[in-house]
């Protein structure tokens, strides 16, 4: 479901299962992600309290826990916090220890999300999530060429999931590789290529980078087209599923038409709903608004809140609500 992005019908259906199975605590855990990714965050809030007052031992209630607080905003070290508790109830699941990387590329803590990704590769060598893993430490070490060979061989939402986008458009451009960015979009995503295509939830993430791919080229007009059909999808709640929200797809979108103004203001907004990254300051995707006065205004307070958040994930660490590999 979450492949598919089908955001409504994701909710109908598993409210339909739990009717048939109403005390199915891993169903609930499902609704809540259907809930967070429609922005009904009071109703995920009260299902993730009955799942918890029924078993207090259950990990994936903890994971949802953590989901709320990350797309909710202004929650990345309680997101952290929570996901503690999911891990030390599954200690041995190898994708615990790869979300707990997430917050610590979010937030600067470089060794510290590889130490995650690495732990999570040593317990499940060959898991679905292996070769992604590997590539994004290589990515954080700046091997940017070992980590562009692996994702260019996989499939467009591998990037996004489950840890953090590795954009193949941007490290293609650095890496003088983009006829491989578009053999890798053309084989996996060959719809996008076409004429009057429609743009969703399930496929603007990818319609984003073949747009970025046709300016490259020169054919601006069919993207353009792309380009405000994916600036429909994330501009309409559920805006592409909350989900999607912290990766400043607007922004992104509106610096790839090259209307500065219109991104500055929406990079403002993506901070103010309390969204925060510390892999904007050195993306080159955004270098064309460092002169701008309401980008600038917006990464101050971007960067505070970063700030404030590395010294709250401090504090849990030493009080053991946070928990590190080198403890398990």
Not at 67 to 80: F, P, T, V
Not at 253 to 262: P, T, V
Not at 281 to 310: D, E, F, G, I
Request: aromatic share 10%; glycine share 4%; charged share 20%.
């Amino acid at each position: 479901m979450w492949k598919l992005r089908d955001i409504n019908k994701a909710e109908t259906i598993y409210t339909r299962a739990l009717q048939a199975h109403p005390n199915d605590n891993l169903m609930k855990t499902y609704l809540v992600s259907a809930f967070i990714d429609a922005g009904k965050f009071n109703r995920a809030q009260i299902t993730i309290n009955e799942i918890i007052e029924d078993d207090p031992e259950f990990a994936p209630a903890y994971r949802s826990k953590a989901d709320l607080y990350y797309w909710q905003g202004n929650g990345l070290a309680e997101s952290q916090m929570a996901l503690s508790q999911n891990l030390r109830l599954s200690i041995d699941d190898p994708f615990s220890s790869m979300l707990m990387s997430q917050i610590y590329v979010l937030s600067g803590d470089r060794d510290k999300a590889i130490a995650w990704l690495k732990r999570g590769l040593t317990l499940a060598p060959n898991s679905n999530y292996a070769e992604a893993s590997q590539a994004l430490v290589d990515s954080l070490h700046g091997q940017y060429d070992k980590a562009f060979d692996v994702f260019v061989q996989l499939p467009p939402n591998q990037h996004v999931f489950p840890i953090y986008m590795f954009d193949l458009f941007e490290v293609g451009k650095k890496l003088h590789r983009l006829p491989e960015v578009e053999a890798h979009f053309r084989n996996f995503s060959p719809n996008l290529f076409k004429q009057n295509i429609d743009i969703n939830a399930s496929n603007f993430i990818a319609a984003i980078s073949v747009a970025r791919l046709l300016r490259e080229k020169g054919q601006l007009t069919q993207s353009d087209t792309l380009l405000d059909k994916c600036l429909n999808v994330v501009s309409t709640a559920p805006y592409g599923g909350w989900s999607t929200r912290e990766s400043d797809w607007k922004t992104r979108i509106y610096l790839a038409k090259d209307q500065l103004d219109l991104a500055a203001l929406a990079f403002a907004e993506y901070v103010d709903t309390g969204h925060a990254s510390h892999t904007v300051l050195n993306s080159p995707t955004y270098s064309p608004l460092k002169p701008h006065p309401t980008y600038q205004a917006a990464l101050a307070k971007m960067q505070s809140y970063l700030q404030h958040t590395r010294a709250k994930l401090r504090h849990m660490e030493s009080t053991g609500q946070i928990v590190l590999p080198e403890d398990i």
